[in-house]
C-alpha cells in the first residue's frame, strides 16, 4: 500500500499471514479512501509518528475524530522495531484499536518506557514500511504544538501560523492519497516470470535466453550487437530442426571458439545449440554421443576449469551427479565425455548427498577447485568438490563446517580476485547474508549479513530471484526483487565505504520490472546487465555503462517483437 502525504510517499508491505484481522480492517479504510483527507496528529520524538484518526471537519472549525469500522481483535506477536507500523488502541483496552496506525522510530520492544510489545499483550504490528521511511522521518522532524486533548503533540509544517493556525490546512502533514499498489492473490509474493539467462562473449556480445514450454516450445536467443548496438533473436529449436525441449537452460562461453553456448537440460538428453563461424546455430545432443551417458533431469549448472576443461553437471531422475565434460585438443577441435561421480568417487568413498532443492550453482577457485552446491531441505548448503591434488570428487554440508545460517529459495556465488568465496543466499529472517572465505582464514569460514551491513533496513530480497557478478574493477553485487518487485542490487566497490543498495527501478523507472528471478552478468569491458521477464512475458534489461557511469533500461521484447510467456 502506497499513503501520499503532503511530505512525500510511504510504501508499506502489510503482513496478511500473521495478522489478517488488522490487515484486512486497514484495507477496508484504505479502499473506502477514508484515510485521504486524515493528517498525522501525533509525533513523539525517538518513539511514534500516529495518524489516520482525524480530518478537518468545517462544521467544527476544527480536526475532529473520523467514524470506525468497529474494533479488531488484536493480533500481537510480531514485534515493535523501526520501520514497523502498528494499530493505536485505548490503553487497558486490548481490542480497541480501529483505524489509527502508528510508525516505531525505533526498536520499541525492549525495557524502555513504551515496551510495546509488553504492555496489555503487546500491541499490532501489522506492517513495515519497504520504501518511503525518509518520509517518516521527515514528518517525525517537524516541530510539534500542543493543541490540547488529543493533540498535545501535532506535528505542523514551515508554513503553519500561530496566529492563525486555520489559515493554511497545508500546514499540517495530510494524507492526500491511498492505493493498494500490489495485491498477492496467491502463495507467491510475486507471481513468478519466465526466468531469463545471460551470458557475454569474448566480443563483448551480450546473449540472453529464455526457455518456454507452455504452448510451443522455444528456447528463445536475444543478441545484442556490441558495434550498432542492435538487438536480434532466434528460437533455437526452429533455427537447428529440433521440436522437444521440456528442462532446464544455463550457459558457458566456449573456450576453443570464445562464443557463448546454450545448453538444455532435461527429457531424454542433453543438448548443446552453439555458433559456427557464420554465427548459425547448430544443435548436438551430447547424451546421445556417449554409450551410457544419461540424461540430466532436474537443474543444471556449467563451470569451466583453469585448464579450459567445459563442465555441464547435474543430477539424473534417480539422483545421481552427473558431469559431461568438453576438452579441447589443441589443435582448435574438441570432444565430450561423462562419468557418473554418483556411481564412482562418491560411491567409492561412502559420501552421500542430500536431495537437493531449488538451483545448483558452481565455482572454480584461483587454486583450481571445482564445486558443485546447493541446498537441502532445511537450507543447509552441500557442496561437491575435487581439485586437481585430490582426483576424486567429495561431498561436504558446508553449514556444518561454516556455521552459515538456514537459507531460503536460490544460492548464488561470486568469487573475488583476492580469491574470496562468497555463497550468498537470503535466509529464514529474510537478510541477505555472505558466507564467505580466505585462503588466509585456513578452516575458518565467516558470515556478512549485507542487510544489516548496508543500512539496508527493510530492504529484504525475494528468496527465489537473487543472483550476482563481479565487475571488471572488483565491485562486488547482489541482485534481485524487493518486496514490491523493484530491482535492488546490494553492492560493495574497492572505493566505497562499506556495503550500499541501489533501487535501479527507481533510477530507471521507465522500464516494466521483472516479475521472477533475475540474472546479473558483465561483458569483459565493464557493462553490467540485469535481466528478467515482466509479467507479460517481454524481456526487460537494466544496464549500466562504465564509460559513462550511468544506469539505462531498454525493452528487449519490444526492440526484436518476442516475448516468452
Known amino acids: 500500500v502506497r499513503i501520499d502525504t503532503n511530505v512525500g510517499s510511504i510504501v508499506l508491505e502489510l503482513f496478511v499471514d500473521e495478522t489478517p484481522q488488522t490487515v484486512a480492517a486497514f484495507l477496508d479504510y484504505v479502499t473506502d479512501e477514508s484515510y485521504v483527507g486524515s493528517i498525522f496528529h501525533r509525533s513523539v520524538s525517538d518513539f511514534v509518528v500516529q495518524g489516520g484518526g482525524f480530518a478537518y471537519d468545517e462544521a467544527e472549525g476544527f480536526f475532529d475524530l473520523l467514524p470506525n469500522n468497529g474494533p479488531i481483535e488484536n493480533e500481537p506477536g510480531i514485534s515493535n522495531l523501526e520501520r514497523t507500523v502498528a494499530m493505536a488502541r485505548v490503553g487497558g483496552d486490548i481490542d480497541s484499536a480501529t483505524r489509527q496506525f502508528f510508525f516505531n522510530l525505533n526498536d520499541d520492544n525492549a525495557d524502555g518506557p513504551a515496551r510495546l510489545d509488553f504492555t496489555d499483550e503487546g500491541f499490532t504490528v501489522f506492517a513495515q514500511v519497504v520504501d518511503g521511511w525518509d518520509t517518516v522521518l521527515e514528518i517525525a522532524g517537524l516541530p510539534t504544538i500542543n493543541g490540547g486533548g488529543a493533540f498535545t503533540d501535532l506535528p505542523v509544517r514551515e508554513n503553519f501560523d500561530n496566529d492563525e ?12 492519497g491511498v492505493e493498494v499498489i500490489y495485491a498477492n492473490d496467491g502463495d507467491e509474493r510475486i507471481e513468478p516470470g519466465a526466468t531469463v539467462l545471460g551470458a557475454a562473449d569474448s566480443a563483448n556480445r551480450a546473449t540472453l535466453v529464455s526457455g518456454v514450454t507452455s504452448g510451443e ?28 525441449f521440456d528442462g532446464a537452460l544455463d550457459t558457458f562461453t566456449d573456450p576453443t571458439t570464445g562464443r557463448t553456448s546454450v545448453v538444455a537440460a532435461g527429457g531424454d538428453g542433453v543438448v548443446v545449440y552453439q555458433t559456427t ?5 547448430t544443435a548436438t545432443d551430447i547424451t546421445g554421443l556417449i554409450n551410457g551417458a544419461e540424461p540430466i533431469a532436474s537443474d543444471v549448472t556449467t563451470f569451466t576449469s583453469n585448464g579450459g576443461v567445459v563442465y555441464v553437471a547435474g543430477l539424473t531422475s534417480g539422483g545421481d ?3 559431461y565434460t568438453l576438452r579441447g585438443d589443441g589443435s582448435g577441435q574438441s570432444s565430450w565425455g561423462y562419468e557418473n561421480i554418483s556411481r564412482t568417487d562418491l560411491a567409492a568413498s561412502g559420501a552421500t548427498l ?19 552446491a546447493g541446498l537441502d531441505a532445511e537450507g543447509d548448503i552441500w557442496a561437491l568438490w575435487t581439485g586437481s591434488e585430490i582426483g576424486s570428487w567429495n561431498t561436504s554440508n558446508l553449514s556444518a563446517i561454516t556455521g552459515a545460517p538456514a537459507y ?12 574470496a568465496i562468497n555463497l550468498a543466499g537470503v535466509t529464514t529472517t529474510g537478510n541477505v547474508v555472505a558466507t564467505w572465505w580466505l585462503p588466509q ?3 575458518q569460514w565467516r558470515q556478512a549479513d549485507l542487510t544489516i551491513a548496508a543500512s539496508a533496513g527493510t530492504v529484504r530480497l525475494s528468496s527465489d530471484s537473487i543472483s550476482s557478478f563481479v565487475t571488471p574493477w572488483g565491485a562486488l553485487n547482489v541482485a ?8 535492488v542490487a546490494y553492492w560493495w566497490s574497492p572505493t566505497s565505504e562499506g556495503w550500499n543498495t541501489a533501487d535501479l527501478s527507481a533510477v530507471v523507472p521507465t522500464l516494466d520490472r521483472p516479475t521472477g528471478s533475475i540474472r546479473g552478468f558483465t561483458t569483459p569491458n565493464g557493462v553490467i546487465s540485469l535481466v528478467g521477464a515482466d509479467d507479460e512475458g517481454d524481456v526487460v534489461r537494466y544496464a549500466f555503462n562504465p564509460a559513462t557511469f550511468e544506469w539505462s533500461g531498454v525493452d528487449v521484447s519490444a526492440e526484436t517483437g518476442i516475448i516468452v510467456n
Open 165 to 176: 493556525p486555520l489559515a493554511d490546512l497545508d500546514a499540517f502533514v495530510t494524507i492526500t
Open 217 to 244: 516450445d522455444r528456447v528463445q536467443v536475444f543478441q545484442l550487437d556490441p558495434g550498432t548496438n542492435e538487438w536480434t533473436s532466434i528460437d533455437l529449436l526452429e533455427a537447428t530442426g529440433r521440436d522437444d
Open 277 to 281: 563461424d557464420g554465427l548459425e546455430w
Open 321 to 323: 551427479y552427473v558431469v
Open 354 to 372: 542430500p536431495e537437493l532443492r531449488g538451483n545448483l550453482i558452481s565455482y572454480v577457485t584461483s587454486w583450481g577447485g571445482l564445486n558443485v
Open 408 to 419: 531460503e529459495g536460490e544460492l548464488t556465488v561470486f568469487l573475488t580476485t583476492w580469491g
Open 441 to 443: 582464514f585456513e578452516g
Open 480 to 487: 534481485g526483487l524487493d518486496a514490491l518487485g523493484n530491482v
